[in-house]
């Protein structure tokens, strides 16, 4: 296995890191932006408007998790498949293509923003569909940018070794590009446009990218904790089969909404409920066999067998924050009976920062600190003071914007949906109660942390060296 740095795979993986690690920042100023504005509706009113501070901010959400795991896999794949990647070259042409295309629609959308309603405007500057508006131009040299790394990932494994995860993110990688076709065309009826629309927002999240992060919670358990291989790629593939169809039913609770039959509900709302499962139980199937062999034995335990503290504190993380944020405020709030009252409020709102949080960004911040490591050439990293604070501050910081917009939500409904019947009259005065504005103020205190947080992170990540965290 070529496990050192020495590959070009490993250094294209560091570049995609450094630049999602930048949208990172650039998605936590651009919340806390939109945060300050639903507060002071005033603040930069007529230069940067609350709507174009909230499509960067989701869209840089996105596109950061996409470049940390195209350079996971990068990373992974020299150690997967014993060769360096197929086509290397053109994997970092790929990378400077999408980082120019990413450059140049993020300056558009915060200098331009809008444009008229014709054909120029859709390949130009925004084909207005919330949450995916790169324009046209954009659309097409992602596809091209995914092809490349689609062919250096089939190359390599082709003529490379073929392990457990290999297979599965091959699978994978084929449902995440094809599901993204769905977006690139538009029907007049606005149902069915709604319908494949949402194949994209939500169905890479809820099949293709959980599946994504179990390999790679895969990958990361065995380098930094020895676990054995046969066992992870068991839950694996427990996971794909799981995931692959609940992730495509439990999307169903999207269709309330939108004129499908109504055996929907319960579909969407039963199936969204399982997705968790197999990832949280690969972690504690690990962890439990690690305890046996190592903690009782050894008596010291992580000392003895831990090579990355850091990651695995953010594997932990990934676990409870997966089942919080994907399962339990997920599926606490898309029951048929509450979504009902709950939809469009401040609770999916409260479910989408826990979500993304604890489901994707724990796991590819992980992943941030093995580049390191690799990059570095550590032997054993341990938690230093940054990294201590940057877990706990990131974490306390996303749980508590989850619990200040679930506060948020829980005045939206009492008084907008069962008080006043969902009427405008309603809409506007569940806004201006005292439960809805102090969430809302908390939502920004706590945005506050999270970036304080990431401060610490970066910090950390720079200054990390071999002598500082080399086990003496």
């Known amino acids: 296995?070529?496990?050192?740095?020495?590959?070009?795979?490993?250094?294209?993986?560091?570049?995609?890191?450094?630049?999602?690690?930048?949208?990172?920042?650039?998605?936590?100023?651009?919340?806390?932006?939109?945060?300050?504005?639903?507060?002071?509706?005033?603040?930069?009113?007529?230069?940067?408007?609350?709507?174009?501070?909230?499509?960067?901010?989701?869209?840089?959400?996105?596109?950061?998790?996409?470049?940390?795991?195209?350079?996971?896999?990068?990373?992974?794949?020299?150690?997967?498949?014993?060769?360096?990647?197929?086509?290397?070259?053109?994997?970092?042409?790929?990378?400077?293509?999408?980082?120019?295309?990413?450059?140049?629609?993020?300056?558009?959308?915060?200098?331009?923003?809008?444009?008229?309603?014709?054909?120029?405007?859709?390949?130009?500057?925004?084909?207005?569909?919330?949450?995916?508006?790169a324009p046209r131009w954009a659309d097409l040299g992602i596809v091209v940018v995914v092809l490349i790394f689609v062919f250096n990932v089939y190359a390599t494994a082709i003529k490379g070794e073929r392990t457990g995860i290999m297979t599965v993110l091959m699978a994978d990688l084929i449902a995440l590009a094809g599901i993204y076709?769905?977006?690139?065309?538009?029907?007049?009826?606005?149902?069915?446009?709604?319908?494949?629309?949402?194949?994209?927002?939500?169905?890479?999240?809820?099949?293709?990218?959980?599946v994504f992060v179990g390999s790679l919670m895969a990958y990361a358990l065995i380098h930094t904790l020895g676990a054995k291989r046969q066992v992870v790629e068991m839950w694996l593939w427990i996971e794909v089969a799981m995931l692959f169809g609940s992730g495509i039913l439990g999307l169903g609770h999207h269709y309330f909404w939108i004129g499908t039959p109504e055996y929907w509900w319960e579909i969407g709302a039963l199936f969204s409920s399982l997705e968790p499962i197999p990832l949280v139980a690969m972690f504690v199937h690990v962890v439990y066999d690690w305890g046996k062999e190592h903690g009782v034995r050894e008596g010291e335990g992580l000392k003895k067998v831990m090579t990355n503290s850091p990651a695995f504190a953010w594997l932990v993380t990934n676990a409870f924050g997966n089942f919080l944020g994907a399962g339990v405020w997920g599926f606490f709030h898309?029951?048929?009976?509450?979504?009902?009252?709950?939809?469009?409020?401040?609770?999916?709102?409260?479910?989408?920062?826990?979500?993304?949080?604890?489901?994707?960004?724990?796991?590819?911040?992980?992943?941030?600190?093995?580049?390191?490591?690799?990059?570095?050439?550590?032997?054993?990293?341990?938690?230093?003071?940054?990294?201590?604070?940057?877990?706990?501050?990131?974490?306390?910081?996303?749980?508590?914007?989850?619990?200040?917009?679930?506060?948020?939500?829980?005045?939206?409904?009492?008084?907008?949906?069962?008080?006043?019947?969902?009427?405008?009259?309603?809409?506007?005065?569940?806004?201006n109660t005292?439960?809805?504005i102090q969430g809302l103020g908390w939502r920004f205190v706590m945005g506050l942390v999270t970036i304080t947080g990431f401060a610490f992170l970066v910090y950390d990540l720079l200054t990390t060296s071999k002598s500082e965290r080399h086990e003496r």
Request: no cysteine; proline share 2%.
């Open 1 to 133: 296995m070529l496990s050192n740095f020495k590959t070009e795979s490993k250094k294209l993986a560091i570049h995609y890191f450094v630049v999602a690690v930048i949208l990172f920042g650039a998605q936590l100023v651009m919340g806390l932006i939109a945060a300050y504005q639903f507060l002071n509706p005033d603040f930069l009113y007529g230069l940067f408007d609350f709507s174009t501070a909230r499509m960067v901010h989701i869209n840089a959400l996105v596109v950061w998790m996409l470049y940390a795991m195209i350079g996971s896999v990068y990373f992974l794949l020299p150690d997967e498949t014993g060769i360096e990647t197929v086509g290397i070259g053109l994997g970092k042409l790929g990378f400077w293509v999408l980082t120019l295309a990413v450059t140049i629609v993020v300056g558009v959308y915060i200098l331009v923003q809008v444009g008229p309603a014709d054909d120029m405007t859709i390949w130009l500057i925004n084909e207005g569909r919330e949450y995916i508006e």
């Open 181 to 210: 076709l769905a977006g690139m065309f538009f029907t007049q009826n606005i149902s069915i446009d709604q319908f494949w629309w949402w194949w994209v927002i939500h169905l890479w999240v809820e099949a293709t990218w959980e």
């Open 334 to 431: 898309t029951l048929p009976q509450i979504n009902l009252y709950t939809h469009g409020t401040q609770f999916t709102s409260a479910h989408g920062h826990l979500a993304f949080f604890g489901a994707f960004a724990t796991i590819l911040i992980g992943m941030f600190y093995m580049g390191v490591q690799k990059k570095n050439n550590i032997k054993e990293m341990r938690m230093t003071f940054a990294s201590k604070m940057a877990i706990v501050l990131l974490s306390v910081g996303v749980l508590g914007m989850t619990a200040a917009l679930t506060i948020s939500g829980y005045g939206q409904v009492m008084v907008e949906r069962a008080q006043m019947g969902a009427t405008w009259d309603g809409y506007f005065a569940a806004q």
């Open 434 to 436: 005292v439960w809805f």
